[in-house]
């Protein structure tokens, strides 16, 4: 697997509408997308900085990920995300013949139209880790 850079840190907030004035009026960032991923049960807001994307995530519902989270550990830190160039689907099949546990077997669709897969934090010294590629540059 090559990792050419960290996509994203996501980071759990209860309210889009209360987090993204502190990044934008505080930190001086822009917000340049906001999207829901239906099927995540998440609303997303993203800011660039440098080369790195902060995701904001918001539950839609209670049974989110995302919202549990926020109720066992609060708002912060969610996930670390790596661009992988030679293909989630092969960096999956790489880090399970390691023995990493998988959360998804195979990629899926996240936000920005990404093809994204989380490894479990119980194999990843607790750091709930995405895989991405960006499909348009395959």
């Known amino acids: 697997m090559k ?8 980071i759990a907030v209860k309210s889009l509408e209360q987090a993204i004035p502190y990044y934008e009026n505080i930190l001086g960032m822009k917000c340049y997308s906001v999207e829901e991923v239906a099927d995540q049960k ?3 807001a993203f800011f660039m900085v440098g080369q790195t994307k902060i995701e904001l995530l918001e539950a839609t519902g209670p049974e989110s990920t995302v919202a549990k989270f926020i109720e066992k550990k609060g708002e912060g830190i969610h996930h670390l995300a790596f661009a992988v ?3 989630v689907e092969n960096a999956l099949k790489e880090v399970e013949e390691k023995g990493v546990r998988l959360i998804d077997k195979a990629p899926r669709k996240g936000a920005e139209g990404l093809n994204i897969a989380f490894l479990h934090p119980k194999s990843t010294l607790g750091v709930l880790t995405e895989l991405c590629e960006d499909p348009e540059k395959k």
Request: proline share 0%; glycine share 14%; net charge negative.
């Open 85 to 87: 160039e030679d293909g």
């Open 42 to 44: 998440v609303k997303t």
């Open 3 to 10: 990792i050419s850079h960290i996509e994203h840190l996501g």
